[in-house]
T-cell receptor, first 112, second 114 residues
Framework: GQQLNQSPQSMFIQEGEDVSMNCTSS?????WLWYKQDPGEGPVLLIA?????ELTSNGRLTAQFGITRKDSFLNISASIPSDVGIYFC????????????FGQGTILTVHP | EAGVTQFPSHSVIEKGQTVTLRCDPI?????LYWYRRVMGKEIKFLLH????????ESGMPNNRFLAERTGGTYSTLKVQPAELEDSGVYFC????????????FGSGTQLSVL
């Protein structure tokens, strides 16, 4: 089936640093989604991208839908301790938009 | 507005036993999904309800898994009999019909089969 390759698998950074993670696929997608999962909670939608080249921000988060429609990145600027968690990229299903395919996740640890 | 709620939050059972997980979606959300994350792997789709109808159950691992959504409100996912490889976190998510891809997830049920 369709797979998303998400990297890096984990990151250990100092508070205040910027973070970047990305997702790639061999197939073209129409929708990229970025979710964050806090410990003990379910994933929460951070940003949704619908057009190739689209750049969208949500506070300190910025995500872009790649021009080729096969990749996306998520940047977090000036990280803070509450940014800790697992970040997942996902693509929406073609016929059923809620049938998401997820990347493997990026575990982010922020040291104060 | 209450979010998606799941019960129990944790379940520890022995191989061969039966477990039933429950999900209460956000009120008014016709779409309801079940997903599962096995340790160290990605979150994977199990099935999709639209109201009380199963729209897509292509992700269900095998016939030991049975999902229901009687009346189009809450949903249950029963595993009978449970096997070791069924261990993982089971997430429920819901969404409006009009914004299908914007899923709201519950906190999940951590299932451990010993």
């Amino acid at each position: 089936g369709q797979q998303l390759n998400q990297s890096p698998q984990s990151m250990f950074i100092q508070e205040g640093e910027d973070v970047s993670m990305n997702c790639t696929s061999s197939s073209i997608f129409n929708t990229w989604l970025w979710y964050k999962q806090d410990p003990g909670e379910g994933p929460v939608l951070l940003i949704a991208l619908y057009k190739a080249g689209e750049l969208t921000s949500n506070g300190r988060l910025t995500a872009q839908f790649g021009i080729t429609r096969k990749d996306s990145f998520l940047n977090i600027s000036a990280s803070i301790p509450s940014d800790v968690g697992i970040y997942f990229c996902a693509r929406a299903g073609i016929t059923s938009y809620g049938k998401l395919t997820f990347g493997q996740g990026t575990i982010l640890t922020v040291h104060p | 507005e209450a979010g998606v709620t799941q019960f129990p939050s944790h379940s520890v059972i022995e191989k061969g036993q039966t477990v039933t997980l429950r999900c209460d979606p956000i009120s008014g959300h016709d779409n309801l999904y079940w997903y599962r994350r096995v340790m160290g792997k990605e979150i994977k789709f199990l099935l999709h309800f639209v109201k009380e109808s199963k729209q897509d159950e292509s992700g269900m691992p095998n016939n030991r898994f049975l999902a229901e959504r009687t009346g189009g409100t809450y949903s249950t996912l029963k595993v009978q009999p449970a096997e070791l490889e069924d261990s993982g976190v089971y997430f429920c998510a819901s969404s409006h019909l009009q914004s299908n891809e914007k899923l709201f997830f519950g906190s999940g049920t951590q299932l451990s089969v010993l």
